[in-house]
């Protein structure tokens, strides 16, 4: 994260997570992201043939962090 964020040279940043890492959560946190609700995406958007999400991800929307 460390050197995404520098390679990001004060640009802002928008990362997604799922609700249920809480560990990254903490760990966003730390590095100055902030939880934006308004940013969220369901997970139908990342859906994109890769394999099927796990079940407990489906309509869940992916979380937001901005920096």
């Known amino acids: 994260m460390r050197a995404c964020i520098e390679r990001a040279g004060g ?15 903490r760990l966003y946190e730390r590095l100055g992201f902030a939880r934006r609700p308004e940013r969220d995406v369901p997970a139908s958007v990342w859906d994109r043939g890769g394999g099927p999400l796990p079940p407990e991800w489906v309509g ?3 979380l937001a962090y901005v920096r």
């Open 11 to 25: 640009r802002p940043m928008c990362i997604y997570t799922s609700r249920w890492m809480e560990a990254a959560h």
């Open 60 to 62: 869940e929307p992916f």
